[in-house]
T-cell receptor, first 116, second 115 residues
Framework: AQKVTQAQTEISVVEKEDVTLDCVYE???????LFWYKQPPSGELVFLIR??????QNEISGRYSWNFQKSTSSFNFTITASQVVDSAVYFC?????????????FGKGTRLHILP | DSGVTQTPKHLITATGQRVTLRCSPR?????VYWYQQSLDQGLQFLIQ???????AKGNILERFSAQQFPDLHSELNLSSLELGDSALYFC??????????????FGQGTRLTVV
């Protein structure tokens, strides 16, 4: 069965520090998709990234970077030089398969506080 | 703006009542997902429809039901409401999955308060 674990429930860092949010997943499939979503205080869910299981290349987008490691079933998210606007709840999520049961299962989220 | 529209944004109702939440997916998206976000349970997957048919079911209560109509909009019906049903209900939509494309886009959510 699919499962996503975000062990860090809450993290506080001072602005400009780097912070890494951990995500560990479980799946029985060889083809799956991993996601990160951001939920700012306003409540909407904002898509950040989608990664296919067959693409282990790490990705960088501005201050955001993602480290996908199949060997440890992890998909960690790093924010470099954090800013107060990064304060939000961040969700890691997983979807299995193609053309069948492709529901997206979320971790419980990590609440990130960036202190000025 | 994700392109997914949920109505209403806020809903306050009494225990025992029935409500309907509506979701209009992004243009062209065939899949619709419903999620419940409560303080203690996180984002719980409820149900998914694909082109009018139920595709996957999560921990959806028997008091809850959903459907997707021919125009692809979806409705989530919640009945015999209890205080514990108070939550933020999200709808998401996605296009046909393929190896190089798509992700689920979420609406702004409907905040349901049962009093």
């Amino acid at each position: 069965a699919q499962k996503v674990t975000q062990a860090q429930t809450e993290i506080s860092v001072v602005e400009k520090e780097d912070v890494t949010l951990d995500c560990v997943y479980e799946t029985r499939d060889t083809t799956y998709y991993l996601f990160w979503y951001k939920q700012p205080p306003s409540g909407e869910l904002v898509f950040l990234i989608r990664r296919n299981s067959f693409d282990e290349q790490n990705e960088i987008s501005g201050r955001y970077s993602w480290n996908f490691q199949k060997s440890t079933s992890s998909f960690n998210f790093t924010i470099t030089a954090s800013q107060v606007v990064d304060s939000a709840v961040y969700f890691c999520a997983l979807s299995e398969g193609l053309y069948r049961d492709d529901k997206i299962i979320f971790g419980k989220g990590t609440r990130l506080h960036i202190l000025p | 703006d994700s392109g997914v529209t949920q109505t209403p944004k806020h809903l306050i109702t009494a225990t025992g009542q029935r409500v309907t939440l509506r979701c209009s997916p992004r243009s062209g998206d065939l899949s619709v997902y419903w999620y419940q976000q409560s303080l203690d349970q996180g984002l719980q997957f409820l149900i998914q429809y694909y082109n009018g048919e139920e595709r996957a079911k999560g921990n959806i209560l028997e008091r809850f039901s959903a459907q997707q109509f021919p125009d692809l909009h979806s409705e989530l019906n919640l009945s015999s409401l209890e205080l514990g049903d108070s939550a933020l209900y999200f709808c998401a939509s996605s296009a046909i999955w393929d190896r190089g494309n798509t992700e689920a886009f979420f609406g702004q959510g409907t905040r349901l308060t049962v009093v």
